[in-house]
């Protein structure tokens, strides 16, 4: 049988920043700091996001102007529009400035029940209005003690990814949901085999377009552990959330990438 190509040699890596709802009263100095501490060299090693709150997301846009710096939104609903009291359509993300959008985050995974399924319809109103769709997948804690974060990921992936993803229009976000904001970090040969499971299964189903795809790692990422954890194979930067709240902790994780070849 011909072997699978995991290797990821065109990727571009990205520190995404998840402020959650957070960034009332800072935001703008936040965004002051990263577009001056993002420099050329750092640029050209990394991409940089942030996901502000939606009602923030045109402000830090703005902020952002000209810098290389990308920014957009936690969640979409499905629909262009409608009678959806507190949502906010993937089409207004671009209004606002924004060009890429979380679509199922644990966090939405379990304050909203949003299933597999409502994730990939998401994740397609977000490739209609033209955005990137970084879908969020990861085992709960029991499923890792029982044996079973493969089959979640497996799971996860063909439900919320849907068919069309390319590297263009997808990121995949790995986030084992017990690390979400815990202090908590698998070991980097767990982190190493979901990776590289993740990997084999998008090649398997978009060829190329999986190859080239980027994977995030995602759960307590800070600047102490960035080294290490996106040094990992088939990790192509990460997704954070608590460290995305001090530009000087951002940026040091971004920093994982300067001396890296
Ligand atoms: C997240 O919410 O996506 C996340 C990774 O949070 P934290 O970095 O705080 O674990």
């Given at each position: ?172 976000a ?42 995030l790692y995602g ?18 930067g990460a997704l ?22």
């Amino acid at each position: 049988m011909k072997e699978i190509v995991t290797m990821t040699p065109d990727i571009t890596p990205i520190v995404a920043g998840n402020w959650k709802m957070n960034g009332s009263g800072n935001s703008q100095s936040m965004v002051r700091e990263l577009v001056e501490g993002f420099d050329t060299e750092l640029r050209q090693k990394v991409d940089m996001a942030i996901f502000p709150p939606a009602i923030l997301l045109e402000r830090v846009s703005n902020w952002l102007g000209d810098a290389t710096i990308a920014s957009g939104a936690q969640d979409c609903h499905a629909n262009a529009s409608g009678a959806h009291t507190g949502d906010t359509a993937a089409e207004m993300i671009v209004d606002a400035g924004g060009s890429m959008v979380l679509v199922g985050h644990s966090e939405r995974r379990v304050d909203h029940n949003e299933s597999n399924k409502i994730v990939a319809t998401k994740a397609e109103a977000a490739w209609r209005a033209g955005l990137v769709a970084f879908v969020c997948i990861g085992e709960l804690e029991a499923e890792r003690r029982s044996g079973n974060t493969l089959d979640v990921l497996a799971e996860q992936l063909a439900g919320s990814v849907p068919d069309g993803a390319n590297a263009a229009n997808t990121v995949v976000a790995y986030e084992p949901v017990w690390a979400i904001g815990t202090g908590l970090v698998p070991e980097a040969s767990d982190v190493e085999e979901a990776h590289a499971f993740i990997r084999k299964q998008l090649v398997e189903r978009f060829g190329n377009g999986g190859a080239t795809m980027r994977i995030l790692y995602g759960g307590s990422v800070k600047p102490g552990n960035a080294g290490e954890l996106m040094a990992i194979k088939n990790v192509d930067g990460a997704l954070v959330g608590g460290a995305s709240l001090k530009s000087e902790d951002f940026l040091g994780i971004c920093e994982a990438y300067r001396n890296m070849t």
